[in-house]
């Protein structure tokens, strides 16, 4: 009987020629899409007084607005026209309405202006006036984040970066990347591809996140395994503080040993000490040969030694190894459109993607093909398939990147996004299917070599009584494992209370200090980040 095009290669050395390489692979966008420049056909949005009956999938305290901020009148609004024009100044009610809300419609706040600045100097102008007068603030990107991070939570001025959007600058010999926060993070991918280069992160909303917005909550995503957090990548900064102040620190050097590294405060600072108006980001090269391969594992123990395998026997060219357990799969096929299974034959537990990334096209492709070849023999892989041309190589990841889109169409879902040591990472998923029952679906999912687990469960709506028993537990016992309870979506609304999970009282404290200083009236991204009662 002849091999289907999905069939992986049996145990003979032969059966290995079967495996397909394919060069330069690009993944299709996916995840949530808005532009501030369309806002159509949405609701008005709720008056601040009603926001706090607002569920936020999340049972942290909802505080009350801060006194100490004034409201927004007709003398504001003539100020902010005359530096951004007529045009700069948004007050339609339908299209501040989306700029209110998260792509998820999960979190709702109440502004009645929407700015959008076009320059660096105008970002200053803004905050300078909103210092003064006291008028609180949300710096906002793409608007894709998980933690209501981006939008009000009353009636803050909305500060969209979207019209920030060139490219300044492409040093093709260092491969250094320089410019303006509102840069869509597909186009800074499709623009430095061109010019032999890659960005060093990959997200599944790449197709709507700011640049900006990723350096200020410090996005993690795909890449991470190869070439770690923007913490390392990213060399430069401009930020506006809270008080105007531009500070430049958009240096391009890769060595700069003088003084307090600075740019690394604002980097996961989720815009509540300043707000990232340019970057400079070192790319790594293009590589040009590219394997993925979809595989099954009967058990969460098989894909650890899976993904320790892979670290020893793949080494330099690992570029991702992403986890799935079946309900994952069986999620994405029901609700994306064009999805297909890889694996359709029969059910199993759990699902990993491995891409490869090199420079040889030939000693890649030997490489891989006798790593899965051993790990078939030692049990590890079940079944799997290595895609054969772009068209399966996209459907595999629009698997994996398509599951915190499809979730969303289920109704309600209260994600939490988790660091915790691999060999305990699926341990809370079980845990909490067996808390649940059959009041909502658990997913178990994320990037398992970095120890990053997404957990996701689903339901109709959001209901209290399923809140109450996800929260505080996932925080609990996330923190017992000396975990994180947030590994790369930030704090935002939804986690600023819960800090203390996974920091110390004393670091809480300096961090306070640190918002303090630079943010004295905190303006800048108010009731996120960190809890009220250290402010």
Not at 59 to 66: F, I, K, L
Not at 428 to 439: A, P, Q, S, Y
């Amino acid at each position: 009987m002849p091999h289907t095009e999905y069939e992986f290669a049996s145990r003979t050395v032969n059966s290995c020629r079967r495996f397909h390489w394919i060069p330069s692979l690009q993944r299709p966008p996916c995840g949530p899409r808005t532009n501030v420049e369309t806002y159509e056909g949405q609701h008005s949005a709720n008056k601040a007084s009603e926001v706090q009956k607002r569920t936020f999938g999340s049972a942290a305290t909802h505080n009350q607005r801060n006194p100490a901020y004034s409201e927004l009148n007709s003398d504001d609004v003539c100020y902010f026209k005359s530096i951004l024009g007529d045009n700069g100044v948004v007050q339609d009610e339908d299209r501040i309405a989306v700029a209110n809300v998260d792509w998820m419609g999960k979190y709702k706040g109440a502004s009645q202006l929407l700015l959008l600045p076009k320059s660096t100097k105008e970002v200053s102008k803004i905050l300078s006036y909103c210092n003064t007068r006291r008028l609180a603030v949300v710096p906002q990107g793409g608007n894709t984040g998980l933690v209501g991070g981006s939008v009000p939570v009353y009636d803050e001025v909305i500060v969209s970066l979207a019209g920030m959007d060139k490219i300044i600058s492409f040093d093709n010999v260092n491969g250094i990347l320089t410019s303006e926060a509102g840069c869509v993070l597909e186009n800074l991918s499709t623009f430095v591809e061109n010019e032999g280069f890659i960005m060093p992160l990959d997200l599944g909303a790449k197709g709507s996140c700011h640049i900006g917005g990723n350096i200020s909550t410090n996005a993690g995503g795909l890449r991470f395994i190869r070439y770690g957090s923007l913490h390392g990548n990213v060399l430069g900064l401009e930020v506006v503080l809270a008080d105007g102040t531009i500070l430049d620190m958009l240096t391009t050097l890769r060595k700069d040993n003088t003084g307090y590294d600075l740019k690394h405060l604002f980097i996961g600072s989720e815009g509540s000490l300043g707000v990232v108006t340019k970057v400079a980001v070192l790319t790594p090269a293009k590589l040009p040969a590219t394997n993925v391969a979809f595989l099954s594992c009967n058990d969460y123990t098989s894909c650890q030694k899976l993904l320790l395998a892979a670290r020893r026997n793949l080494g330099e060219i690992l570029s991702a190894f992403e986890f799935m357990d079946h309900h994952c799969i069986d999620l994405a096929i029901r609700h994306l459109e064009g999805v297909q299974n890889p694996l359709p034959a029969s059910q199993y537990k759990f699902y990993v993607l491995i891409e490869t990334t090199g420079s040889d096209e030939s000693y890649d492709k030997t490489k891989l093909e006798a790593f899965l070849l051993r790990s078939m023999e030692d049990g590890l892989v079940s079944d799997g398939v290595i895609a054969q041309d772009i068209s399966q190589a996209s459907n595999f990841w629009r698997i994996r990147e398509g599951i915190s889109e499809a979730s969303v169409k289920v109704g309600a879902v209260y994600k939490y996004d988790l660091s915790i040591p691999v060999e305990k990472l699926y341990d809370i998923v079980e845990e909490m299917r067996c808390r649940l029952g059959d009041n909502a679906e658990v997913l178990g999912y994320g990037h398992l070599g970095d120890g990053n687990l997404h957990l996701n469960i689903l339901s109709s709506k959001y209901d209290d009584s399923i809140l109450t028993q996800i929260e505080p537990f996932v925080y609990e016992w996330t923190s017992a494992q000396r975990g994180s309870i947030s590994a790369e979506h930030g704090l935002g609304l939804m986690k600023a209370e819960k800090i203390h999970y996974s920091k110390s009282t004393e670091a809480v404290q300096l961090m306070a200090s640190i918002k303090k200083l630079l943010d004295p009236n905190s303006i800048l991204n108010p009731y996120k980040v960190l809890p009220q009662s250290v402010l």
